[in-house]
């Protein structure tokens, strides 16, 4: 008898984090492992926030905080979504939450139904589908390739959707690739959207502020989907705040009531000194966070480089984010060093193994011919672990 409940027994193990451990593992063996796995930003949380939060502290704002948010900082991300994306929010309509992982859950459990099903267009992120499981619906992923810089067609998400269809996630800019879907290409899925009207819209925009020229493009600004579409976004990319855990939904009153709701019984408020701090991040002019937009675009010109001269990796030119995501498809079939590799895990377990570079299994994001590499590592631990890789491969 399994004691364990069929939820989570039939949960997978987050790749990311997965990876991640191995790496640890490694290096308390003293094996000098560069971790290129997660998406965290090697950048400090910048001065002004920190000084936000340490001004909470002194406040003494230490008591529970509402479970929806502190209703400053929901105006404050009313404001944003304003000034940065042209969406109009009431405070009402703001659940804040530990994380956008959380939001995620919340709207997950909030909508799905055993059986419903979520349309992911691959690749996506490793946590898409398994809340939608722990939900009970069934993923539906829509394939994609570097060869259509992992973009979906319009085309391509009318035949997916089917009367069981309740829920479409978008994320963009992407993780894992860096693919940014264009104004216009929004624009094109949302007219398929717009003849579905019982299916919803999740839109991850935790990346928005990292990118490297193709404006970022909200879909709840298409009047006619803003009343079925959430907006998810949080402040631990662009601010450098992954620790801090917050992330926050702009989504249709009714939802965000339920979502509010579902947090109550699971958490209840956010950190009470992160929200202090949020604050300050959503309350500053874009402006003073360029500087690691900028380290990063100048990251990913090298990191694209040094792979495109390594024989058998195809690699795109990613718009946004800090990943790259190169097919290596290329190897399956062949034996290096003794290890014959099969699929993309085999490959990325190669690397951790025989390159000492940890990268991630696209087959966690639904693309078994690509990995995901992380760039937000400083300029040396990206030319090292790229050089390893090269040498790993010949």
Same mark, same amino acid.
């Given at each position: 008898?399994?004691?364990?409940?069929?939820?989570?027994?039939?949960?997978?193990?987050?790749?990311?984090?997965?990876?991640?451990?191995?790496?640890?593992?490694?290096?308390?063996?003293? %094996?000098?492992? %560069?971790?290129?796995?997660?998406?965290?930003?090697?950048?400090?949380?910048?001065?002004?926030? =920190?000084?936000?939060?340490?001004?909470?502290? @002194?406040?003494?704002?230490?008591?529970?905080?509402?479970?929806?948010?502190?209703?400053?900082? =929901?105006?404050?991300?009313?404001? =944003?979504?304003?000034?940065?994306?042209?969406?109009?929010?009431?405070?009402?309509?703001?659940?804040?939450?530990?994380?956008?992982? @959380?939001?995620?859950?919340?709207?997950?459990?909030?909508?799905?139904?055993?059986?419903?099903?979520?349309?992911?267009?691959?690749?996506?992120?490793?946590?898409?589908?398994?809340?939608?499981?722990?939900?009970?619906?069934?993923?539906?992923? %829509?394939?994609?390739?570097?060869?259509?810089?992992?973009?979906?067609? #319009?085309?391509?998400?009318?035949?997916?959707?089917?009367?069981?269809?309740?829920?479409?996630?978008?994320?963009?800019?992407?993780?894992?690739?860096?693919?940014?879907?264009?104004?216009?290409?929004?624009?094109?899925?949302?007219?398929?959207?717009?003849?579905?009207?019982?299916?919803?819209?999740?839109?991850?925009?935790?990346?928005?502020?990292?990118?490297?020229?193709?404006?970022?493009?909200?879909?709840?600004?298409?009047?006619?989907?803003?009343?079925?579409?959430?907006?998810?976004?949080?402040?631990?990319?662009?601010?450098?705040?992954?620790?801090?855990?917050?992330?926050?939904?702009?989504?249709?009153?009714?939802?965000?009531?339920?979502?509010?709701?579902?947090?109550? @019984?699971?958490?209840?408020?956010?950190?009470?000194?992160?929200?202090?701090?949020?604050?300050?991040?959503?309350?500053?002019?874009?402006?003073? %966070?360029?500087?690691?937009?900028?380290?990063?675009?100048?990251?990913?010109?090298?990191?694209?480089?040094?792979?495109?001269?390594?024989?058998?990796?195809?690699?795109?030119?990613?718009? !946004?984010?800090?990943?790259?995501? #190169?097919?290596?498809?290329?190897?399956?079939?062949?034996?290096?060093? !003794?290890?014959?590799?099969?699929?993309?895990?085999?490959?990325?377990?190669?690397?951790?193994?025989?390159?000492?570079?940890?990268?991630?299994? !696209?087959?966690?994001?639904?693309?078994?011919?690509?990995?995901?590499?992380?760039?937000?590592?400083?300029?040396?631990?990206?030319?090292?672990?790229?050089?390893?890789?090269?040498?790993?491969?010949?």
């Amino acid at each position: 008898m399994d004691i364990l409940s069929a939820r989570i027994n039939s949960l997978p193990i987050s790749a990311t984090l997965e990876m991640a451990a191995k790496a640890r593992e490694l290096k308390t063996k003293g %094996i000098d492992i %560069i971790g290129l796995s997660l998406g965290e930003p090697d950048f400090n949380t910048p001065e002004f926030i =920190k000084d936000a939060a340490v001004q909470a502290v @002194q406040d003494n704002w230490n008591s529970y905080s509402p479970v929806d948010g502190y209703a400053d900082l =929901k105006t404050a991300i009313c404001n =944003k979504f304003k000034r940065d994306n042209n969406l109009d929010y009431n405070p009402t309509q703001i659940v804040v939450s530990t994380g956008a992982k @959380q939001s995620i859950a919340n709207i997950c459990m909030v909508l799905l139904n055993p059986g419903d099903e979520v349309l992911l267009p691959a690749p996506y992120w490793v946590s898409y589908s398994a809340i939608a499981t722990l939900a009970e619906a069934k993923s539906k992923i %829509i394939p994609s390739s570097i060869e259509t810089d992992f973009k979906i067609t #319009p085309e391509q998400l009318e035949a997916a959707i089917t009367p069981k269809t309740k829920l479409v996630m978008f994320n963009s800019p992407n993780n894992p690739s860096g693919t940014i879907y264009s104004e216009k290409e929004y624009r094109s899925l949302g007219k398929v959207l717009e003849k579905f009207p019982d299916v919803f819209i999740l839109s991850d925009e935790i990346y928005e502020h990292i990118n490297y020229g193709t404006p970022h493009f909200s879909i709840a600004s298409i009047p006619e989907l803003y009343d079925r579409t959430i907006t998810v976004n949080g402040v631990a990319k662009a601010f450098a705040m992954t620790g801090w855990r917050i992330g926050y939904i702009g989504a249709p009153e009714w939802l965000a009531k339920a979502c509010n709701k579902m947090q109550g @019984q699971i958490t209840s408020g956010a950190n009470c000194i992160a929200q202090r701090a949020t604050i300050a991040a959503v309350e500053a002019p874009v402006s003073n %966070i360029q500087y690691m937009v900028d380290e990063f675009a100048k990251r990913r010109e090298i990191i694209i480089q040094l792979l495109s001269e390594i024989p058998g990796i195809k690699i795109n030119q990613p718009e !946004g984010a800090f990943y790259v995501f #190169p097919d290596i498809s290329f190897y399956f079939g062949k034996t290096l060093t !003794g290890k014959k590799i099969e699929n993309a895990s085999d490959f990325a377990l190669y690397l951790l193994e025989y390159a000492h570079v940890a990268t991630v299994t !696209g087959d966690a994001f639904g693309n078994s011919n690509c990995i995901r590499i992380s760039y937000a590592a400083s300029e040396k631990n990206i030319r090292t672990a790229v050089a390893r890789i090269s040498k790993s491969l010949q």
